[in-house]
């Protein structure tokens, strides 16, 4: 290579550097976010651009996807509570706050009078989910961000093929990189018989605008219009027979009532930005039979969304605390918002616990867990780590009314880098399932000391430690 080729490129490579730590800069992001990316650019040479120019542009205000513009586009049933007859079915007044500011912050609206039931196994979740697709009559509409090509996926599979081909409009989302293994074999077997299946953001060559780093993480069925479906777990046989984790533990919530609306918005938004159709058939939105007195937002936030909403809705909930706050999360790396309400709540008397697996499938998030554990343990938080195979549950319940179950962590990723779906349920009965479900899991752990965290070897600390550096970005 000449001298003067070499210069060109050399010159090409700073002023691409520059450009971009000048985007940072003017993006206004979290100064420690902000931080850890200039460092990886300036000291990562040309692997710390790649880097960004896959998995660092923030397209927050870009509207990757428009919930608000597609729902009120839609002209849907009104089944959703108007915000002026909240206090019929909600007193507190921070309970109160909360379903406003997830209303404000995510157009999420409110349903009264559901039907709503705590699955917390692969093996009930899974069977529950095939008995309602099993009897769809008119549609079936699938959105998860792992399908693999094992065992539970062939039989969701053939099921779906067979509905099909007996006259049920199927519309299936997949993640492209959380369902990669899928083999061109087993989506072409479903479009052939009529399947309507869609990849979420499918990989580009296009490097500038690359969005590889922003993934479906949601998980949502919705059957007839009439059925929900959502939680933590997606389709793989792990979650029947476990893997070298051990079996894993999730949580997922099955629903009937107006509720499902806003499960099948949420379905119908994103297939709108997938196929590039917006669907506004009634059909699709039943008038649902009135149930159980309670209240479901179904909540959904983004990259491209104007609020981190469910960040936002957790330490909501978390700051409402009189009483106690139990949290399942199997990668616990949160953000200063989540972070400090956790810990103000311990502090202020509140029974604040926090359920981790002993293990996950992570490494560095594990490590990178461990780092924040010594701050919330001071603060009086009780920490146990699950030893029963894999915690994969994503579940929060507070003072028995406030249930928050859904498919976000509490980390990073979940709150900035993913799409993401939760149901905050307002309702005494699934908060004391809940709350009986993550006393039950603490017979399957062991419980973390402040004395036993300082007192770890000192090279395992700074391994967490290390890991922490790149909380705001992994």
């Given at each position: 290579?000449s001298?003067l080729?070499l210069?060109?490129?050399?010159l090409?490579?700073?002023?691409?550097?520059?450009?971009?730590?000048?985007?940072?800069?003017?993006?206004n992001?979290?100064?420690?976010?902000?931080?850890?990316?200039i460092?990886?650019?300036?000291?990562?040479?040309?692997?710390?651009?790649?880097?960004y120019?896959i998995?660092?542009?923030?397209y927050?205000?870009?509207?990757?996807i428009?919930?608000?513009?597609?729902?009120?586009?839609s002209?849907?049933?009104?089944v959703?509570?108007h915000?002026?007859d909240?206090?019929?079915?909600?007193?507190r007044?921070?309970?109160l706050n909360?379903?406003?500011l997830?209303y404000?912050?995510?157009d999420?609206?409110a349903?009264?009078f559901?039907?709503?039931e705590?699955l917390?196994?692969?093996?009930?979740?899974?069977r529950?989910?095939f008995?309602?697709?099993?009897?769809a009559?008119?549609?079936?509409?699938?959105?998860f961000?792992?399908?693999?090509d094992d065992?539970i996926?062939?039989?969701?599979?053939?099921?779906?093929?067979?509905?099909?081909?007996?006259?049920v409009?199927?519309?299936?989302?997949?993640d492209y990189?959380?369902?990669?293994g899928?083999?061109t074999?087993?989506?072409?077997?479903l479009?052939?018989?009529?399947v309507?299946v869609?990849?979420?953001?499918?990989?580009?060559l296009?490097?500038?605008?690359?969005?590889?780093?922003f993934?479906?993480?949601?998980?949502?069925l919705?059957?007839?219009?009439?059925y929900?479906?959502?939680?933590g777990l997606?389709?793989?046989?792990?979650?029947?027979?476990?893997n070298?984790?051990?079996?894993?533990?999730?949580?997922?919530?099955r629903?009937?009532?107006?509720?499902v609306?806003?499960?099948?918005s949420?379905?119908?938004?994103?297939?709108y930005?997938?196929?590039?159709?917006l669907?506004?058939?009634?059909?699709?939105?039943?008038?649902?039979?009135?149930?159980?007195e309670?209240?479901?937002?179904i909540?959904?936030?983004?990259p491209?969304?104007d609020w981190?909403?469910?960040?936002q809705?957790?330490?909501?909930?978390?700051?409402?605390?009189r009483?106690?706050?139990?949290?399942?999360?199997?990668?616990?790396v949160?953000n200063?918002?989540?972070?400090?309400a956790?810990i103000?709540?311990?502090?202020?008397?509140a029974?604040?616990?926090?359920?981790?697996?002993?293990r996950?499938?992570?490494?560095?998030?594990?490590?990178c867990?461990?780092?924040y554990?010594g701050?919330i343990?001071?603060a009086g938080?009780?920490?146990?780590?699950?030893?029963?195979g894999?915690?994969?549950?994503k579940?929060?319940?507070?003072?028995?009314?406030?249930?928050?179950?859904?498919?976000a962590?509490?980390?990073?990723?979940?709150?900035?880098?993913n799409?993401?779906?939760n149901?905050?349920?307002?309702?005494?009965?699934?908060a004391l399932?809940?709350?009986?479900?993550f006393?039950n899991?603490?017979k399957?752990?062991h419980e973390?000391?402040y004395?036993?965290?300082?007192n770890?070897?000192r090279?395992?600390?700074?391994?967490?430690s290390f890991?922490?550096?790149f909380s705001?970005?992994i």
């Amino acid at each position: 290579m000449s001298p003067l080729l070499l210069i060109s490129l050399l010159l090409v490579y700073i002023y691409t550097v520059i450009s971009s730590i000048s985007v940072i800069l003017l993006e206004n992001r979290n100064s420690v976010r902000s931080l850890s990316w200039i460092l990886v650019l300036v000291f990562l040479p040309f692997v710390g651009l790649f880097l960004y120019l896959i998995i660092g542009q923030n397209y927050r205000k870009q509207k990757i996807i428009s919930k608000k513009s597609v729902r009120h586009s839609s002209k849907l049933p009104t089944v959703e509570l108007h915000p002026e007859d909240y206090s019929d079915f909600v007193t507190r007044k921070a309970h109160l706050n909360l379903i406003r500011l997830l209303y404000k912050n995510s157009d999420a609206a409110a349903y009264a009078f559901n039907k709503i039931e705590v699955l917390s196994d692969g093996t009930n979740t899974f069977r529950a989910m095939f008995e309602a697709m099993e009897a769809a009559h008119d549609h079936i509409h699938i959105e998860f961000f792992i399908f693999e090509d094992d065992r539970i996926s062939n039989e969701l599979r053939k099921l779906l093929i067979r509905k099909a081909k007996a006259g049920v409009r199927i519309r299936m989302i997949y993640d492209y990189l959380g369902s990669f293994g899928l083999t061109t074999s087993y989506l072409r077997s479903l479009r052939e018989a009529g399947v309507y299946v869609r990849p979420f953001l499918p990989m580009r060559l296009r490097l500038r605008r690359s969005k590889i780093n922003f993934r479906n993480h949601r998980k949502i069925l919705i059957v007839d219009g009439k059925y929900g479906f959502t939680g933590g777990l997606n389709f793989a046989d792990r979650y029947l027979f476990g893997n070298t984790l051990g079996k894993w533990r999730d949580t997922f919530i099955r629903m009937e009532g107006a509720a499902v609306h806003g499960l099948q918005s949420q379905f119908l938004t994103d297939w709108y930005f997938v196929e590039r159709k917006l669907i506004t058939d009634p059909k699709y939105y039943p008038t649902p039979e009135k149930h159980e007195e309670n209240v479901v937002q179904i909540v959904s936030s983004g990259p491209d969304t104007d609020w981190e909403s469910i960040m936002q809705g957790i330490a909501s909930a978390i700051m409402s605390s009189r009483n106690y706050v139990y949290m399942h999360t199997p990668y616990f790396v949160p953000n200063d918002v989540i972070l400090n309400a956790v810990i103000i709540a311990a502090l202020s008397g509140a029974d604040v616990r926090l359920m981790i697996p002993e293990r996950s499938d992570s490494r560095l998030s594990d490590a990178c867990s461990f780092s924040y554990l010594g701050e919330i343990l001071e603060a009086g938080v009780k920490v146990y780590q699950y030893s029963r195979g894999f915690l994969h549950s994503k579940a929060i319940v507070v003072d028995d009314f406030i249930s928050i179950v859904g498919s976000a962590n509490l980390d990073e990723r979940s709150f900035n880098q993913n799409f993401e779906a939760n149901a905050f349920i307002y309702d005494k009965e699934t908060a004391l399932t809940l709350k009986e479900l993550f006393l039950n899991d603490i017979k399957n752990c062991h419980e973390i000391s402040y004395p036993d965290w300082d007192n770890r070897k000192r090279s395992q600390k700074m391994k967490e430690s290390f890991a922490r550096l790149f909380s705001p970005i992994i």
